[in-house]
């Protein structure tokens, strides 16, 4: 897997209503770095999904992303102690380390200096717990985003950076011109703070897309 080029995704479904069928359907389009439904890590019920989830990716060569209770505001509800704690007992006891597990989500979007800090935090925390897994987090948005990666990097290690950008498909006035030039900002960002990019092509909240025209 870590030869190919990451094609991920957005997946809101909770667990419960997110099937072996859905997630082919994500795999079968060319993801091949799917994101867990939501799941409560609490739920006996979910935990066995996800477990199935997790064998049945790892039967396909793939790994996932996880979508749990270890995000930024899990971060700030917890604080430190509790937050690496059972971030550590969760990894180890209840998924017993599974080989499908490429890191955890961290979160979405921070948009100012609290929530930034936060994000670093949490991504520093993950690696120093499991230093190989991939913590996964959306743009940072800050004026000074190479900086702040290529500083994070240094002081965490590796970690996965994307930017989400539907327009290209979505039928509210974007277009594909807005599509690329926000890839190649991101996308250039992350390698200029030596970070492997991974693209996210699909979310499962936006239902209005624009059908592809044959050539």
């Not at 994101?35 to 060569?61: C, Q, T």
Request: glycine fraction near 8%; charge should be negative.
């Amino acid at each position: 897997m870590e030869n190919k080029f990451l094609f991920f995704s957005w997946v809101y479904h909770d667990i419960k209503e997110y099937d072996r069928d859905m997630l082919d359907t994500y795999l079968e389009s060319g993801i091949n770095l799917p994101m867990s439904p939501m799941f409560n890590r609490n739920d006996p019920d979910d935990i066995a999904k996800l477990k199935e989830m997790l064998d049945y990716v790892h039967s396909r060569g793939l790994k996932m992303i996880l979508s749990s209770g270890f995000s930024t505001g899990d971060y700030r509800r917890m604080g430190e102690e509790l937050y690496c704690s059972e971030f550590k007992k969760f990894y180890d006891e209840t998924l017993e380390r599974h080989p499908a597990v490429y890191g955890f989500l961290v979160g979405d979007e921070p948009g100012d200096a609290y929530w930034l800090e936060l994000t670093r935090k949490v991504i520093i925390s993950m690696k120093r717990i499991h230093h190989e897994l991939n913590p996964y987090t959306e743009d940072f948005g800050g004026k000074t985003l190479v900086e702040w990666l290529t500083d994070l990097k240094a002081e965490a290690g590796d970690f996965l950076h994307t930017y989400d950008q539907y327009s290209q498909v979505i039928n509210d006035g974007g277009g594909t011109s807005i599509y690329f030039n926000e890839c190649i900002k991101n996308a250039g960002a992350s390698e200029a703070a030596g970070i492997t990019p991974i693209a996210c092509l699909i979310c499962s909240a936006h239902w209005g897309f624009r059908p592809v025209q044959p050539l």
